[in-house]
């Protein structure tokens, strides 16, 4: 669905091998470092549309490295550190990177990060536009299409409805809907969720789709 | 030092000169010296030494006025050895020397202590760090293969325990490992509550976000490390059924205060004074069996360091808050 790739510059193989794997799942192409003698010329052949950078590399570290690839390139970069304080951020963000995020992290968390940082860097190309057969998503608008009718959603609706239409046809459990809503921002509960849920089917059933988004019974919600 | 003590300490030796000139005057009145003549060897034998007693009182009483002035005003009273002046009479050049000595050698005393603590510092620092890659490969392998059992949780809670390692090691006196600027309190209170999300997810617990609009001056990390641990005990101590956990902030002129509050069960009165004291569980701690009395205790600390108020209130079975003080200076805040 998004063709933007990252590239990984992770020493530690297993972890490489799992950040790769789960962004591979969340729709990204992706490239890893293995060879850290000469990274600047292997990020110059691959030109990827977002870096993912360790700080703590063999040969170089991961400010020199961020400063280097800054001089010829603005591809974004998120630093990733196990070293956790206020001057290490500060000294990424002044090197040139574009986000700093800490060790061992919530892969929600990197996953909204990423998504925040390429919205912010390829505004124009990102796709703001999201569609289920006839059902349109306009993101940008915050409103949702069928045949010629529209609806407004509100915030909540609209990341909802967003989430179960890129996970069609799975099984979304409440407690992973309201992750996702947390990791963007929104703290909603359990009542406020089934509330939203509920105006949320309306909206949709106004644009006349019957049953909309289906409840599975202590498994979830699923969108088909 | 004054001459009335001085002279009471020479008192002995003036009495037994007294005494012997006496004697000497009824021997020279035997052989029939003159009385004026007896003044003249009295005058003699007296004026000299008082003059010395004087000078001697002159010297001493500079240097010791010295001694006791500086003692008073010094803050760091041990520092006394580098200023003082040498004395130029004998004993007090011979007390001076010792006391330089000693001085000397409690210095370099000092500060192997203080290498060493900053070495364990610098090693728990590496340590914490290291300790991360494996924990952040475990957490990416169970999440990528959507294997959980409360294992992530699991792994959630110990790195908490690593991060009060990580900065009990930086409260300490030699460390000086913080770094004041500007941020929202929406942005450390959002990343926290983002931190804790699945337990907020899992356990049912309402949010309640106040608009939390207020700049402050203090380090980001810290004030995110305590009002973590508070979250974290709000969390810990909240009951089964329809938790709630507010955040809150309140702007006053000079300061503004963040406020942490939870319906949970609450600390007992008798209790309270002490939870910031270190290794205090009380019975809540006890029967919960999970506390390890430091989370507070190290939020205080923290607080402590970067001038930040922090107190607690709390009414047993109806709530527990917490309040985070960050002062306001007018006059950085009036800077662009």
Redesign the interface.
Known sequence: MNRFKILIIED?P??RD??R??LQ?AGYKTDVVTEFQDILSYVRKSSPDLILLDINLPYIDGYTLSREIRKESNVPIIIVT??????D??LSINLGADDFIT???????LTARIEALFKRTYVNQSNNVLSCGELILDIAKGAVYYHDKQQILTKNELKILHYLMQHRGTIISR?TM??YL??S?L?V???TLSVNMTRLRRKLEKLGITNPIETRRGLGYVMS | MNILSFSHEKLPFLLINVVLFGLFSIILWKIHISFEMILIVGLAWFVPLIIAYLLEYGKKRRYYQHLIDYQESLDKKYLLPEILERPTFLEGAIVQDAIEIAYKQMHEHINIYKREQKDYQEYI?TW???I??P???A???L??RDIDYGVIQE?DRT?QFI?QV?YFARSNNVSE???I?KFSLREVV?RV???N??D???K????Y?GELNEMVYS???WVEFILNQIVVNAIQYSKKASSEIQITSTPYDNKVVLQIKDNGIGIKKKDLPRVFDKGFTGETGRTYSKSTGLGLYLCKRLADKLNLGISIESKQNIHTTVFLVFPMNKSLLMEP
């Open positions: 530690e297993i972890i799992e950040l794997d789960h799942n196990s070293r956790d304080n206020e001057m951020e500060l060790k061992p992290y919530n892969l929600q968390i407690e309201m992750e947390w990791s921002d703290f509960d359990d009542n | 620092e914490v760090h290291e991360k890659t924990l952040s490969s957490k990416l392998i999440n990528n792994l790195e991060e990580l490992d913080y770094l600027s959002t509550a983002k931190k999300a699945k907020f997810i899992y049912k617990i309402k949010l976000l380090d980001k990390k």
